[in-house]
């Protein structure tokens, strides 16, 4: 802008220069021109007048004038020049003032050099004797004048450069001085020049514009963050510049990145750095969609990256939908591993089935290990039958809802039961087994509150030591019953207390129930019983309390929690629902 200014001025300020000087010297040579042709026939008139009068040597005029004067006979013959020699001038009968003054009685001319330098003025007049007397002087000529001028022209063009380079540069300050320091927030509140004023007012109505318009994002922005803000759902849109465009509330409390105020520069790598993270959303990217599985604060999330806005195979966005699947993710990875738990299982008292199978087949079993074979095979399918109905009932207890089946259940008759028909397990161990406590009702299944009493007694009774005592006490407030399965047996080592209700989880499988002799179809000796006690006790509302000393031995709690009728009922809801 300085530089066009500067130019402008000096541009202008040149071809004025140049116009103006050449105007000036036309004029002036002009007035020269007059003023000396005057001047000369002037002096013309004053020799003329002088010779007229008796003057005879024009040598005493001539010597020191400051003129040429040449005098020339009527037939053109020079006959004196103060400042040539006579005999080598021509004939001046040609000369344009000479014969203006032989027949007008004067003349005037002028004659330019050929350089156009220099210029010559004549003046001629006829005297008495016929003769004519011619002054001469020499002056500039245009191109002389001009030449003559140069340096002052150039002096003073160097000063409209000077001149032109500090204007431009004030003017560019006054002019850029008050557009710099306009109020872009409030146009109209700035006091500048009035050729701004149009600026300031479309300054103004802009500024009106990009308020409406971002008043407008800012309420869809509202009301989008409130829709997916509800979502559980991660969702995460990534621009063409591969930076966050929107992330909702779920997927910002999953990343730290996303956390700040600010996520719109912020790039998709920045992050997460986890490679499935940047494969699906570089794959996305190129207009593929992806799936995949990313682990984010301890939980394991469903990645979706799908593009979006596709153009030549390219996605300019990609949407990315996160769904949390722990729970499935550990579902899935307990069915996989009860399957093979279960197959394990299976296949250790089948092989013995065969075994004993194949040799009675081949008649190799001697007629008094007959009996015995059957009698393990018996046993052994008995274990297997046992193994797959305690499948059955951990199904049945993980899938099926079994609330609607509720009845009453007197915890009491029900202890009773079952000391009867483990009271020849008892007697086979050498154990003591008793019942004792008040009659107790509890909301339930009897069949699975029969189960989970059996398993504990069961266990109480194989996990004992000869002479050792198992006691059942029903106990509590009628709000909150409580059953309690304690014995005097082995006791369970501390490090294993917290695991043996996993499925299959045994503390030492040579002293399992069912190599200690489980009564066949009684639930014992799989490795379930306590996770089928588990299980039933959740169904129920109530939670399981152990305690145990190694060599002293085990109590095994059973707790309904005192509720209000209502709640039980949710909290037993609950329960079956989080299995
Ligand atoms: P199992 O078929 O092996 O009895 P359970 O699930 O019933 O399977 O029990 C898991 C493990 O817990 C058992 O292997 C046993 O080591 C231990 N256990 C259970 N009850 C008792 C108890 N009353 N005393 C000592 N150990 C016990």
């Known amino acids: 802008m300085k530089t066009r200014i ?13 116009v103006a000087s050449g105007a000036v010297i036309a004029m002036l040579y002009g007035q020269i021109s007059t003023d000396m042709q005057y001047e000369l026939l002037t002096e013309a008139r004053y020799v003329a007048r002088a010779l007229n009068s008796g003057l005879r040597d024009l040598a005493d005029i001539g010597r020191d004038a400051p003129h040429r004067i040449t005098l020339i006979a009527a037939d053109g013959r020079v006959l004196y020049d103060n400042s040539a020699n006579t005999g080598d001038m021509a004939s001046h009968d040609n000369r344009p003032e000479v ?15 050929d350089t156009l330098r220099l210029r010559t003025f004549y003046a001629a007049v006829r005297l008495q004797s016929g003769e004519v007397v011619r002054l001469a002087s020499m002056t500039r000529g245009p191109l002389g004048l001009l030449t003559s001028s140069i340096p002052g ?3 003073v063009l160097l000063l409209a450069i000077v001149a032109a380079l500090y204007v431009a540069r004030r003017l560019t300050r006054s002019l850029m001085e008050p557009v710099n320091a306009i109020n872009l927030d409030d146009p109209l509140s700035n006091d500048t020049y009035d050729e701004l004023s149009p600026l300031l007012l479309r300054l103004d109505h802009q500024n009106r514009r990009i308020i409406d318009q971002l008043k407008e994002l800012t309420a869809k922005q509202r009301e989008l963050d409130c829709i997916t803000g509800q979502m559980a759902e991660g969702l995460i849109v990534i621009g063409s510049g591969k930076t966050i465009l929107f992330a909702n509330r779920s997927a910002r409390s999953l990343f730290d990145a996303l956390n700040r105020q600010d996520v719109a520069s912020l790039h998709f790598m920045e992050v ?40 030549e195979g390219k996605a300019s966005a990609v949407i990315l939908f996160l ?51 059957a009698g393990r095979i018996r046993s052994e399918a008995a274990r297997l039958l046992e193994l797959i109905r305690d499948v059955i009932t951990l199904s049945q207890l993980d899938e099926q809802d079994l609330r609607n089946r509720f009845t009453r259940v007197d915890l009491r008759a029900l202890c009773d039961q079952v000391v009867d028909e483990l009271a020849a397990k008892a007697e086979q161990h050498q154990v003591t087994l008793h019942c004792e406590g008040p009659s107790r009702e509890v909301s339930g299944l009897k069949e699975t509150l029969h189960e989970l009493l059996f398993n504990l007694c069961d266990n109480a009774i194989v996990y004992n030591r000869p002479e050792g005592q198992v006691t059942v006490t029903v106990g509590g407030t009628e709000q909150s019953p409580m059953l309690t399965v304690a014995d005097t047996g082995v006791g369970i080592p501390p490090e294993h207390q917290a695991r043996i209700f996993e499925r299959f989880y045994r503390v030492d499988a040579s002293r399992s129930r069912a190599d200690s002799g489980s009564t066949p179809g009684t639930g ?39 509720l209000p009728a209502g709640e039980r009922d949710a909290a037993q809801a609950s329960a079956a629902a989080g299995q």
């Open 6 to 18: 500067f130019f402008s001025i000096l541009l202008t300020t040149v071809f004025t220069l140049l």
């Open 99 to 113: 014969r203006a003054a032989l027949a007008t009685g004067e003349g005037e001319s002028s004659r330019l050099s």
């Open 153 to 155: 022209i150039v002096g």
């Open 272 to 311: 997460c750095r986890a490679s499935g993270w940047l494969e699906a959303i570089e794959g996305a990217f190129a207009g593929r969609k992806e799936e995949t599985r990313l682990s984010q604060r301890g939980r394991v999330y469903q990645l979706t990256a799908s593009p979006a806005g596709e153009q």
């Open 323 to 373: 769904v949390d699947v722990t729970e499935r993710e550990q579902a899935e990875s307990m069915r996989r591993e009860f399957a093979a738990n279960v197959s394990h299982e299976l296949k250790t008292p089948l092989t013995s089935i065969m075994g004993y199978a194949e040799l009675l087949e081949r008649g190799l079993a001697r007629s008094e290990d007959v009996q015995g074979f």
């Open 524 to 562: 014992g000796g799989s490795g379930l019983g306590l996770a089928i006690v588990k299980h039933a006790a959740r169904l129920h509302g109530a939670r399981i309390e152990l305690e145990s000393r190694v060599g002293k031995g085990t109590t095994l709690r059973v707790i309904w929690p005192e």
